[in-house]
């Protein structure tokens, strides 16, 4: 084997580095797996002069296997736990790992001596980053100005080093104002789609495993971790999660470390946004309790819309799904109608995913009124 990489980081940026590291054909782990599989059951047939002609034969070259990171799920274990002797079977020229899980990591590094460490490099808050929120963040997030300058000084410490550890951020305030939202923008910001989870499912002990780590079958926060697209990550809904989950998060929020079973994960200074519908500090103080409360560096409250507000919002989510549609259906709808409806009750507006709802809903009326 001429050369082993080891790549840390999100599949997009793994397979960028592929693309410039093989030359010829490539083959996953997966399909290796089968071929060797349908040729062990093939061999059943044949007789024993046939069996050893084909044992001396040359090993089949592979230019470059490429392994996945949800390839480790998909192979039965044994093929993980003796990787070395799997590969044995076949002659690799190059050898890409994606985020192997620790056993496989250590046998990796054990087994042989020239191994190419590589780490994607999550892009970083910046003066120009902060600039671009600072002008943007109103047209974005409508109605939650108080929101914008409490967050820039959230992010102040990591920009100016004054702190190397994640930045822990807390949204709260009603449901459906924009926290998801500006979780979101602040993700596109630092360069892609965010990684997000929804606590509300972490009630009973079927996600134990998830967190805590169970075989390398399943499903596992850390795995998610190595795969996310940026350093943003969002735990939405945190109030809703069963606290015995939240010590999970005291090495992560403390110092970027995440280990369960399986994987160790350095996730260095990423932007974690815990979102929830408290209505108050010692309220979230008092449901948290002082170990996971103390761990946050800020509370950012977000607040009912105003009239003012949900208007905005119901011009700006209108224009959107109108622009959605096809030229036919255009020439059904009356935006300037629609719009007017809501003006009537503007007062009652408070959350933007059931005006996006009562504006598709009205479309749609509109389009089925004037078709019939």
Same mark, same amino acid.
């Given at each position: ?11 997009? #940026? ?5 693309? =410039? ?13 089968? !071929? ?15 069996? =050893? ?59 042989? @001596? !020239? ?32 929101? /914008?300058?409490?967050?820039?000084? #959230? ?22 104002v924009g926290k998801t939202e500006a979780a979101k923008y602040i993700s596109l910001q630092l360069g892609g789609k965010i990684l997000r989870k929804q606590m509300s499912m972490f009630q009973s ?34 109030? /809703? ?5 939240? @010590? ?12 369960? @079973? ?49 208007? =905005?919002?119901? /011009?700006?989510? #209108?224009?959107?799904?109108?622009? /959605?549609?096809? #030229? !036919? ?44």
């Open positions: 084997m001429n050369k082993i990489f080891i790549y840390t980081g999100p599949r997009n #940026a793994f397979e960028s580095f592929v693309d =410039q590291e093989a030359q010829g054909e490539r083959k996953t782990l997966s399909t290796l797996v089968r !071929e060797i599989d349908d040729a062990k059951r093939n061999h059943l047939h044949l007789t024993t002069e046939q069996a =050893q002609e084909l044992k001396d034969e040359e090993k089949p070259v592979i230019h470059n296997l490429v392994v996945y990171s949800n390839e480790y799920a998909s192979v039965n274990e044994h093929v993980i736990f003796n990787m070395e002797g799997f590969l044995s079977r076949v002659e690799i020229d190059k050898l890409f790992f994606q985020n192997p899980p620790k056993v496989l990591h250590d046998k990796i590094m054990n087994s042989y @001596s !020239e191994v190419v460490l590589k780490s994607f490099e999550y892009p970083v808050l910046s003066k120009d980053i902060l600039t671009s929120i600072q002008t943007e963040f109103n047209s974005v997030i409508i109605d939650q100005g108080n929101v /914008k300058e409490k967050l820039l000084k #959230a992010f102040i410490p990591q920009i100016y080093g004054i702190n190397n550890k994640p930045i822990i951020v807390m949204f709260f305030g009603p449901s459906g002990s079927d996600f134990m495993s998830y967190l805590f780590g169970g075989t390398i079958h399943d499903k596992c926060f850390a795995r998610d971790l190595l795969d996310r697209e940026t350093n943003v990550i969002l735990l939405d809904e945190f109030d /809703k999660a069963n606290t015995v989950f939240h @010590s999970a998060f005291y090495q992560l929020f403390d110092e970027g470390l995440f280990v369960d @079973s399986n994987y160790s994960v350095n996730v260095g200074n990423p932007i974690i946004i815990c979102t929830s519908n408290y209505t108050g500090l010692q309220e979230i103080k008092k449901h948290l309790g002082d170990p996971i409360y103390s761990r946050f560096d800020s509370f950012i409250e977000f607040e009912k819309l105003s009239p003012k507000g949900a208007l =905005q919002i119901v /011009k700006k989510i #209108a224009s959107i799904e109108y622009d /959605k549609l096809n #030229a !036919e259906a255009k020439g059904y709808v009356d935006i300037k109608e629609i719009i007017e409806v809501f003006t009537k009750h503007a007062k009652d507006l408070q959350n933007v995913r059931e005006i996006q709802s009562l504006i598709k809903e009205l479309i749609a009326d509109q389009i089925l009124e004037n078709i019939q």
